[in-house]
């Protein structure tokens, strides 16, 4: 049986930890504030901003919240992006998207400062996380897979590792971290040829692909460190989420595996608040 890497259990250990950081942010008069720029009613993203709202009621972070309509012009966001850009009480931002569709994405990612890019979006943080200059942040749950593997003390150094999936969000980041953290990086997708004889090889498999639970057995083999990204519909059309791995099947042969739901979706506002407070420590 493997061990389950467990998101929540991870989440728990940092939030205890930014608890700390935040007071300590606090005796000196500052007030970590995350600026959430929200365009329209989406259900995801109005329940991604309880659950970080939540997040930062725990730690004694602020929210501000800029909602526009989901008929708002371009320029009107990209006001609302200058005005928690200049506020110097609002010390991150995270801007839901995808934007509606008659708003320029570039545009609205161009206008938002890389130190105040909670999640990686702009170019300016991904050019920080590919010349590894600290400019901007990584996306959260990229950095989420790192956080659960330090907790396990899991070290990537000299191992093989496969990345599935090569998005801006999570594949490329991740494999970036993932080099960083000097592992042996290699990334599949959907073009890539023999996958299952390539994941084998691998010491360390991150999973991200947007396929529910379409990994299975032929792809492992014992000892492997499984994390799963995915959040997927279950494909029977139960309800709940599952992964991309078939975890019934993979759990028994691996040594370490992370569960969906309760794995790296788990760490993903954790992270947040932990830029937040980076991005607060910055300006005291
Ligand atoms: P995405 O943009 O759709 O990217 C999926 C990647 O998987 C692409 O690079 C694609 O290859 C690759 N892929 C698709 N089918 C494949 C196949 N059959 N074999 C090999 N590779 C294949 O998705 P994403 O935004 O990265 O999200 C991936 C998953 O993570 C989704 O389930 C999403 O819901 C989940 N997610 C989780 C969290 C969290 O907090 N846990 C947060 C965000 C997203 P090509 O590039 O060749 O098309």
Redesign the pocket.
Known sequence: MGQLLSGKEVAEALTAVMKKDVEALKAKGITPTLGIIRVGEKGPDISYEKGATKRCEEVGAAVKNYVLPEDTTQEKLLEAIRQANDDSGVHGILLFRPLPKHIDDNAARAALLPRKDMDGITDGSMAGLYSGSGQGYAP??AE?VIKILEHYQIDPAGKRVVV????????KPVALLLLEKNGTVTI?????KD?PSIIKEADIVVV?????E?VGKESFREGQIVVD????PKPDGSKGTC??VKFAEVEPIVAAISP?PG???S??NCMLINHLIRAAQRVS
């Open positions: 959260c749950t989420s599935v999936g090569r998005s801006t969000v999570i594949g599949c997708h959907s073009k890539t996958m991200a692909m947007g396929r529910a379409s990204v995915g959040v997927n992964g991309d969906v794995g790296v979706g760490v993903t």
